[in-house]
């Protein structure tokens, strides 16, 4: 190999031509249909893999009653809830849509397994 050329690194997935776009592109007007949505799924085909991204507000009684359920225990029940994310995720946040939410909560799930991430 010449020490000049650069190095190119072969693709084994290449796109058919450069007009064909990566991203599917819609114009804002058919967004704007979509903003009171809650969650987006999200499946890529080459990783067997689905990802839901949910949008949530904090729901002040739950949020009260995490952290009295937490002071009561000593902890426990703070580890608990942190273990077992979809109660957390039951207890302290409502619902929002994605354009208005505080934190969003999102599950992947790859296989048989699933993991929540909460942000």
Known sequence: MDEGAPLRRMSSATRPSSEDPL???????TL??????????????????????AGFTTNRLGYALYILISIVTLGMGWLLLRWLPHWRVWLVG??????????????????????LLLF
């Not at 354009?99 to 992947?108: D, F, K, P, S, T």
Request: with cysteine.
């Open 23 to 29: 991203l599917s592109r819609r114009d804002s007007a």
């Open 32 to 53: 704007s249909q979509d903003y009171k949505r809650t969650t987006q799924k999200i499946y890529i085909l080459t990783e067997d893999l689905t990802i839901v991204v």
């Open 94 to 115: 409502r619902p929002a849509p994605l354009q208005e939410c505080h934190w969003v909560a999102i599950e992947v799930c790859r296989w048989n397994g699933t993991a």
